[in-house]
């Protein structure tokens, strides 16, 4: 009674980070009007993760709310995509118009002599598309205030959630809401069905697992985390660690241990890399990120 328990709060706990898990990044990317720190390829395979994931429970037939949850980080990861495309193309945009008006301030003549006034004018241009530009040292968190407000709120959701794991009948195992002692709904699927659910399943732990490393190898071409929101991926330890958590405590039994092994491995295999994305941004916390040219934001 006391491991259900405990497994059923690490459930809920481990479902509250994930349904938090991107907010700091969404803010991050709002508040600097650039998703620089972000990989591409690791929010298009973690979207890929998260479909294989939402097919292979339909497929197994596994309770609605694991459907939904997925499909909500689906969405969420897509807003993502829209702040990359949004803030990349308005920086073309800016670029190709600063580009422009350095062409129509140029001299006729490479042999023309420029005069002082047009070495002025040049001047004040390039010094407001500077102060036009986004400060690419704005830190994780704009001040202290958003933090705070953040961490109460994160807080709340937290506690809230805890509280309805104490006084609810309703567990979660295994990362899967159940009600009494099925983990599953009561509607089994056809051993090809549920072979192909399992497949889909773990092809999603490896896709979790893979989308890491498009980001960490981000990290270290520029050298630096910035624009890369921290609390994102300490969410993610968090969740993996108690998701991990409330399979354990539910049952060390080998035909548990079975069912969970593509969800626990992908906790697992993604709470490691998380671990040296934090490491990075204890590596490069003093490191003046490196400006590529094949990149624009």
């Known amino acids: 009674m006391i491991t259900t328990l405990a497994s059923s709060i690490a459930g809920y706990i481990s479902v509250g980070c994930w349904l938090v898990v991107f907010t700091p990044q969404l803010y991050e990317n709002y508040q600097r009007k650039s ?25 197994n037939h596994l309770l609605w709310t694991i459907i939904v949850l997925g499909i909500y980080y689906a969405v969420v990861e897509v807003i993502l995509l829209g702040q990359m495309y ?12 600063a580009n422009e008006q350095e062409v129509n301030i140029s001299p006729p003549s490479p042999s023309s002599q420029i005069s002082p006034f047009s070495n002025a004018v040049a001047s004040a241009l390039v010094a407001g598309d500077a102060e036009a530009t986004p ?19 994160t807080s709340f959701a ?24 099925s983990s599953v709904s009561s509607l089994s699927p056809a051993p090809e069905m549920a072979r192909l659910g399992d497949i889909l399943g773990y092809l999603s732990a490896a896709l979790y697992i893979g989308a890491r490393i498009p980001q960490i190898y ?40 079975y069912v969970n092994i593509p969800w626990f491995l992908g906790s697992a295999g993604t709470m490691v890399l998380d671990f040296v994305v934090l490491f990075q941004f204890y590596v490069y916390r003093h490191a003046s990120p490196l400006r590529l040219p094949d990149e624009t934001v």
């Open 35 to 59: 998703t620089q720190g972000l990989s591409l390829h690791f929010i298009l395979i973690w979207l890929l993760a998260d479909v294989f994931s939402v097919a292979g429970a339909i497929i």
């Open 86 to 97: 949004l803030y990349r193309t308005a920086k073309v945009a800016h670029s190709a118009s």
């Open 135 to 153: 400060n690419e040292r704005t830190p994780l968190i704009s001040s202290s205030t958003d933090t705070t407000k953040l961490f109460a709120l």
């Open 158 to 181: 937290l506690i809230s959630i805890w509280s309805r794991a104490a006084s609810n009948p309703s567990v979660i195992r295994g990362g899967r809401i159940v009600t009494g002692t």
């Open 218 to 257: 981000h990290n270290f071409r520029h050298k630096s985390c910035e624009g890369l929101s921290m609390l994102m991926f300490v969410f993610c330890v968090l969740g993996n660690t108690t998701f991990c958590l409330s399979i354990l405590l539910q049952s060390t039994l080998p035909e548990w241990l």
